[in-house]
């Protein structure tokens, strides 16, 4: 089946530091990919949604100069988290919605990236 | 390698009760989550288990044999904004999280 993969797996960091997550799709074509942070026991929060070749759309409250993204090709986009504060230790999940023939529309997360900043 | 197994789809009426199951081989276990996703929406988180037995939230209940690899989500009562996609998805050894492809649940009056 379909996989999303995400790198790093787990970052530490220091405050004011950048970071950048990669999310790939590994065996298709994503056209879309979504951003989500999650709190512990909680729904994930969309963040971003990202179509390649175009500027990501950002939910309300999501500061996107804070939250780069870049959908640079069709199987890969790169958050990057900068001047990172503790605040902003979280869970970070990617996920990317394949286009399937007869219009059906797939989605498929990631495994997660958990950052920590100190 | 980890896997995730959950139905495609089910098909439910209005004020049944449906149980959609989902068994896992994964390295390690850190417990299993319940999501449910409506189409176009961020999936909406429903339970968390990582104790074996029933975990009881209203019209929705999550099992869990960690002996069997294996959950089941029952749903009470379905109405018909229970229509949805629900999710497993399993936090193995290293904290990552495992999802199966999810169920369409389709709920007809």
């Known amino acids: 089946g379909a996989v999303v993969s995400q790198h790093p797996s787990r970052v530490i960091c220091k405050s004011g530091t950048s970071v950048k997550i990669e999310c790939r799709s590994l065996?298709?074509?994503?056209?879309?990919m979504f951003w989500y942070r999650q709190f512990p026991k909680q729904s994930l929060m969309l963040m971003a949604t990202s179509n390649e070749g175009s500027k990501a759309t950002y939910e309300q409250g999501v500061e996107k100069d804070k939250f780069l993204i870049n959908h640079a090709s069709l199987t890969l986009s790169t958050l990057t988290v900068t001047s990172a504060h503790p605040e902003d230790s979280s869970f970070y999940i990617c996920?990317?919605?394949?286009?399937?023939?007869?219009?059906?529309?797939?989605?498929?997360f990631g495994p997660g990236t958990r950052l920590l900043v100190l | 390698g980890q896997n995730i197994d959950q139905p495609t789809e089910m098909t439910a009426t209005e004020g049944a009760i449906v149980q959609i199951n989902c068994t896992y081989q994964?390295?390690?276990?850190?417990?299993l989550f319940w999501y449910q996703q409506h189409a176009g929406e961020a999936p909406t988180f429903l339970s968390y288990n990582v104790l074996d037995g029933l975990e009881e939230k209203g019209r929705f209940s999550s099992f869990l044999s960690r002996s069997k690899g294996y959950s089941y989500l029952l749903l009470k009562e379905l109405q018909m904004k229970d229509s949805a996609s629900y999710l497993c998805a399993v936090m193995d050894s290293n904290y990552q999280l495992i999802w199966g492809a999810g169920t369409k649940l389709i709920i007809k009056p």
């Open positions: 994964t390295s390690g276990f850190n417990g």
């Open positions: 996920s990317a919605r394949a286009l399937r023939s007869g219009s059906q529309e797939t989605q498929y």
């Open positions: 065996d298709f074509q994503a056209t879309t």
